[in-house]
């Protein structure tokens, strides 16, 4: 598997652009999660989603920022309009939860993509 | 929630040193915890993690032994490599399937 894919690697933009970007979670994994990270604030969890749905969004930091999953093989994290504090390397991740011993055994094993890092002037 | 406190780097250490970075959780119940490592230009990938109390995880000659007396989680490694350099993430999830993870701690091993 070529692990989870993330594009673009690099986005410079300026203020009030939009931004997408995506991701491409490994084949199989149920879970997709985004997060973004900076050097003030570290890694913080943006969203995740279960099965295509999302879950807990109680971290995408205003309406400014959407996220969807349309299938099990696609995400998109949007910014629209960018602002400078929006820079920072954004990462997606996956994972697949099975059931052992009566406990989800792998839903915490994230994979994580190389990370898009965002520029925005 | 769940949080982890992990030691402020950058640790900065001579090859074949011995490395230990602290983490201590403050969490309800008894979770798994986790140890990733960020590699420069790349994403988090899972280093270990132990699923209950007295648990040691291992793995490339790290180890984290489960301590709930201490609530910590401290990662060691017996004798560093100029390829250990990176930066290395205590997690444990949050109320869902999530991870938490800490600030991260910079390692770089000169020769």
């Known amino acids: 598997d070529a692990g989870v894919i993330q594009s673009p690697r690099h986005e410079v933009t300026e203020m009030g652009q939009e931004v997408t970007l995506r991701c491409k979670p490994i084949?199989?994994?149920?879970?997709l999660f985004w997060y973004r990270q900076t050097m003030m604030r570290g890694l913080e969890l943006l969203i995740y989603?279960?099965?295509?749905?999302?879950i807990d969004d109680s971290g995408m930091p205003e309406d400014r920022f959407s996220a969807k999953m349309p299938n099990a093989s696609f995400s998109t994290l949007k910014i629209q309009p960018s602002e400078p504090r929006d820079s920072a390397v954004y990462f997606c991740?996956?994972?697949?939860?099975?059931w052992g011993q009566g406990n989800s055994l792998g839903a915490n094993v994230l994979t994580f993509g190389a990370g898009s890092r965002l520029t925005v002037l | 929630g769940n949080s982890v406190t992990q030691m402020e780097g950058p640790v900065t250490l001579s090859e074949e040193a011995f490395l230990t970075i602290n983490c201590t959780y403050t969490a309800t119940g008894y979770p798994s915890l986790f140890w990733y490592v960020q590699y420069p230009g790349e994403g988090l990938q899972l280093l270990l993690k132990?699923?209950?109390?007295?648990d040691k995880g291992s793995n490339k000659g790290f180890e984290a032994t489960y301590r709930k007396e201490t609530t910590s989680f401290h990662l060691e490694k017996g004798s560093v490599q100029v390829s250990d350099s990176a930066v290395y993430f205590c997690a444990l999830p949050n109320s869902g399937y999530a991870l938490n993870f800490g600030k991260g701690t910079s390692l770089l091993v000169t020769p």
């Open positions: 084949s199989g994994h149920d879970y």
């Open positions: 132990a699923t209950k109390a007295d």
């Open positions: 991740a996956s994972s697949f939860s099975y």
């Open positions: 989603f279960n099965n295509n749905v999302p």
